[in-house]
């Protein structure tokens, strides 16, 4: 799960998407279209209000989501 805040949504989620995006590329050594092709399919983006103005959205890669890919290789 990632997080990012912002006064406004677009930010909130541009942050939290590109650090989603900075994990998948880390935990699976996959570059960064590898990782937003995957993100597009699996991550959820979930808004977070917060009482003082300001907005967040956190990015949830599901357990389980990424599994072993083709050729026995672990995405």
Same mark, same amino acid.
């Not at 599901?62 to 995405?75: F, I, N, Q």
């Given at each position: 799960?990632? +997080? ?9 989620? *541009?942050?939290? +998407?590109? %650090?989603m995006?900075?994990?998948i %590329?880390?935990?699976?050594a996959? !570059? ?5 092709? +995957?993100? !597009? ?12 103005? *300001?907005?967040? *959205?956190?990015?949830?890669l ?5 599994? %072993?890919? *083709?050729?026995?290789?672990? +995405?």
């Open positions: 799960m990632t +997080l990012g805040f912002g006064e406004d949504l677009e930010a909130a989620t *541009v942050m939290a +998407l590109a %650090e995006l900075d994990l %590329e880390d935990a699976y996959v !570059s960064r279209n590898e990782a937003l092709a +995957l993100a !597009s399919l699996a991550v959820d983006l979930r808004i977070t209000q917060l009482v003082n103005g *300001v907005v967040g *959205v956190h990015t949830v599901p357990h389980g989501a990424v599994c %072993e890919g *083709v050729g026995g290789v672990d +995405l």
